[in-house]
């Protein structure tokens, strides 16, 4: 089963890391043989083709300028002409809205892998329903429950994104390495931070908690991730003028983009992501519960469905006070934090086992082109 997967490829979270793991995982489901197609050029295309699987280029778009839309959908006709693919997978709304068409007029079922929990009202998604696809791919409950009726009569299936457990075992040395190159005490408590530079990531919400508990001298805060766009490095900016007006600038390591997330992770001691508004799944918590750290995040979105009371623990949403109270309580609990940590692992492979997933998405793949057919008649019934 040839499948090709679409994405713009000009940044580097969630959904690059799914598509990563999709190429260096392959091999659990032998029978699916995954491409990809980008737009551009990055970290993506580079991961992409140091697991050895092919690479197709569209070229750059900008939405902006119609001729480079042109010049990547007639490539894209070009690739599927050649293909012989048994399914296309469009990974989010700008994808689907430029090149679903096209894949569709080419009669190859169509999946949008929608990563975001949304109610279809953004533009791009508006656009996208004029390429509606065949099936739509959530990955949790929740983003189901929010995009749930937004393409008529197109099923919704979840498929929660493989993430693979860390490849090498990290000693108490390493841990003291990572802690001396971060100028961070050895005894401190770290709390990180893995995501974006976006304020619905939470990172000011987190620094203001810690203002709460900066009388306690125990911790440091680690914020993993850089900025990709203009308007992160503004608020990039604005997290550095937080830290200096709380008086915590001391406290705090901005660490930018880092692709040695699983080290920090081995090095740190507490899991935050407090994010502001939902998030649609949450492959950032799932690697922490991998390195045996507690989770500390807010009772929104597809974080409920991950972090439970064995592993970790939920606060009611931009609340510092109540953030500061549990981060307060784990940096002062060796114990809690251990007992909490030795689960992760477990829970982490019971939602985002490699092989489990991949072979639920191996099927979900292969029905979609039985359920295809009636589909697109409906449609153009109506």
Same mark, same amino acid.
């Not at 042109?70 to 700008?94: F, P, Q």
């Not at 533009?123 to 929740?142: K, M, N």
């Not at 299936?157 to 001396?180: F, G």
């Not at 809690?336 to 490699?354: H, K, Q, Y």
């Given at each position: 089963?040839?499948?090709?997967?679409? @994405?713009?490829?000009?940044?580097?979270?969630?959904?690059?890391?799914?598509?990563?793991?999709?190429?260096?995982?392959?091999?659990?489901?032998?029978?699916?043989?995954?491409?990809?197609?980008?737009?551009?050029?990055?970290?993506?295309?580079?991961?992409?083709?140091?697991?050895?699987?092919?690479?197709?280029?569209?070229?750059?778009?900008?939405?902006?300028?119609?001729?480079?839309?042109?010049?990547?959908?007639?490539?894209?006709?070009?690739?599927?002409?050649?293909?012989?693919?048994?399914?296309?997978?469009?990974?989010?709304?700008?994808?689907?809205? $430029?090149?679903? =068409?096209?894949?569709?007029?080419?009669?190859?079922?169509?999946?949008?892998?929608?990563?975001?929990?949304?109610?279809?009202?953004?533009?791009?998604?508006?656009?996208?329903?004029?390429?509606?696809?065949?099936?739509?791919?959530?990955?949790?409950?929740?983003?189901?429950?929010?995009?749930?009726?937004?393409?008529?009569?197109?099923?919704?299936?979840?498929?929660?994104?493989?993430?693979?457990?860390?490849?090498?075992?990290?000693?108490?040395?390493?841990?003291?390495?990572?802690?001396?190159?971060?100028?961070?005490?050895?005894?401190?408590?770290?709390? %990180?931070?893995?995501?974006?530079?976006?304020?619905?990531?939470?990172?000011?919400?987190?620094?203001?908690?810690?203002?709460?508990?900066?009388?306690? =001298?125990?911790?440091? %805060?680690?914020?993993?991730?850089?900025?990709?766009?203009?308007?992160?490095?503004?608020?990039?900016?604005?997290?550095?003028?937080?830290?200096?007006?709380?008086?915590?600038?001391?406290?705090?390591?901005?660490?930018?983009?880092? @692709?040695?997330?699983?080290?920090?992770?081995?090095?740190?001691?507490?899991?935050?992501?407090?994010?502001?508004?939902?998030?649609?799944?949450?492959?950032?918590?799932?690697?922490? $519960?991998?390195?045996?750290?507690?989770?500390?995040?807010?009772?929104?979105?597809?974080?409920?469905?991950?972090?439970?009371? =064995?592993?970790?623990?939920? +606060?009611?949403?931009?609340?510092? +006070?109540? $953030?500061?109270?549990?981060?307060?309580?784990?940096?002062?609990?060796?114990?809690?934090?251990?007992?909490?940590?030795?689960?992760?692992?477990?829970?982490?492979?019971?939602?985002?086992?490699?092989?489990?997933?991949?072979?639920?998405?191996?099927?979900?793949?292969?029905?979609?082109?039985?359920?295809?057919?009636?589909?697109?008649?409906?449609?153009?019934?109506?």
């Amino acid at each position: 089963m040839r499948v090709l997967h679409i @994405n713009a490829g000009n940044m580097f979270g969630g959904v690059e890391t799914l598509l990563a793991t999709l190429a260096r995982c392959r091999a659990l489901t032998p029978d699916v043989e995954p491409e990809f197609a980008l737009s551009f050029k990055g970290r993506l295309s580079t991961e992409l083709a140091a697991a050895e699987v092919p690479v197709h280029m569209l070229g750059e778009v900008r939405i902006r300028y119609p001729l480079t839309v042109m010049r990547a959908r007639r490539r894209l006709r070009e690739i599927l002409s050649a293909g012989h693919y048994d399914a296309v997978v469009c990974h989010m709304a700008w994808t689907q809205a $430029l090149f679903g =068409s096209i894949a569709r007029a080419s009669g190859v079922p169509v999946a949008m892998w929608q990563h975001m929990a949304s109610n279809g009202r953004h533009w791009l998604e508006q656009w996208a329903r004029y390429a509606g696809p065949d099936l739509v791919i959530c990955t949790s409950h929740f983003a189901a429950r929010e995009f749930s009726g937004v393409f008529w009569l197109v099923p919704v299936e979840v498929v929660h994104c493989p993430v693979a457990a860390p490849s090498i075992s990290y000693s108490q040395s390493d841990r003291d390495a990572v802690r001396s190159e971060l100028t961070t005490p050895a005894d401190s408590v770290v709390i %990180v931070h893995t995501g974006r530079m976006q304020e619905w990531k939470g990172q000011r919400l987190l620094m203001q908690a810690a203002s709460i508990i900066k009388s306690n =001298s125990q911790w440091i %805060v680690w914020l993993v991730g850089g900025p990709q766009r203009e308007s992160e490095q503004s608020y990039l900016a604005g997290l550095r003028a937080t830290a200096s007006e709380l008086g915590i600038e001391d406290r705090i390591r901005f660490l930018g983009q880092r @692709n040695d997330v699983d080290r920090l992770l081995a090095a740190s001691d507490i899991h935050c992501q407090p994010n502001i508004s939902p998030e649609p799944f949450g492959i950032a918590f799932i690697e922490a $519960l991998y390195a045996r750290l507690p989770v500390v995040t807010t009772r929104l979105g597809g974080a409920i469905e991950i972090v439970n009371d =064995s592993c970790g623990e939920l +606060v009611s949403p931009n609340n510092p +006070v109540a $953030l500061a109270a549990a981060l307060g309580r784990l940096v002062g609990d060796d114990k809690g934090r251990r007992r909490l940590g030795d689960a992760g692992p477990a829970r982490a492979r019971e939602l985002c086992d490699p092989a489990q997933q991949m072979d639920l998405l191996r099927k979900t793949l292969l029905n979609l082109s039985s359920a295809r057919g009636p589909l697109a008649s409906n449609r153009a019934a109506r």
